[in-house]
């Protein structure tokens, strides 16, 4: 099948039959940008359900799956028929968020125009797996500063220190995930035990060290 039929039995199979969707009624919990609670709820935002979904893409042999950070929003782009062939005004963009519905460049103007924001071409410049993590690390930021869950802010400030990968970063991410429970056991609640979810964040956007397309 080509690119476009496989993204569509997919479309169908995840959010008609099990029921991925968007997280509209609590947009802002910061569990819709953790990759376990998302599973459990079928529930999360754009780049947390954009992130299962490159996963899945990738397992159905639809490799070149790009992330779009639009301001606002977050959209993956697939490689189309046309855009194959080098006709860049043919570029196929899904919305995870909104049931995996398939946006035109045009789609995506009106999209950002719908933010209040003018339109600037480097918006549809992909993301690097990079950015995209410190997109979800501002997310999860500025969820926790509202709560004033001081362990937690303090390690996602920590575990900025590994976003540049080396060869020490699985260590440093390992130790992050173990010290909050050791140095804040009385404060750190139950319910704030979701450390070892940003190991598994770190694996994901590293294993997404795609070529760069010309």
């Known amino acids: 099948k080509d690119v476009r039929s496989k ?3 997919l479309n169908e199979f995840l959010f008609s039959e099990v029921g991925f969707r968007g997280n509209v009624d609590n947009y802002y919990d910061y569990r819709n940008s ?5 599973l459990d709820t079928k529930q999360g935002i754009p780049l947390s359900l954009s992130a ?3 996963c899945i893409c990738r397992c159905i042999g639809v490799e070149h799956v790009d992330m779009i950070g639009l301001p606002g929003h977050f959209l993956l782009e697939i490689p189309s028929d046309d855009a194959l062939d080098n006709n860049s005004n043919s570029r ?23 933010y209040g924001y003018p339109w600037g071409e480097s918006m549809l410049e992909k993301v690097s797996p990079q950015l995209a993590l ?10 926790h500063k509202g709560d004033k869950n001081m362990p937690l ?3 996602l400030q920590l575990l900025r220190i590994t976003e540049r990968s080396n060869s020490n970063s699985n260590i440093m991410c390992e130790f992050l995930t173990r010290f909050p429970a050791v140095l804040f056991q009385e404060s750190l609640s139950k319910q ?22 010309h």
């Open 92 to 114: 196929l963009f899904i919305d995870v968020f909104n049931g995996g519905r398939f946006l035109s460049i045009q789609d995506c103007r009106n999209l950002v125009a719908s």
């Open 192 to 213: 704030y035990l979701t450390a070892p979810i940003y190991l598994q964040v770190m694996h994901f956007f590293e294993s997404q060290q795609l070529p760069n397309r």
């Open 52 to 54: 299962l979904y490159v």
């Open 134 to 143: 410190k997109r979800m690390l501002n997310n999860l930021e500025q969820c």
């Open 153 to 155: 802010l303090m390690q």
């Open 7 to 9: 993204i569509q039995l």
């Open 34 to 38: 953790l990759l376990n609670h998302v």
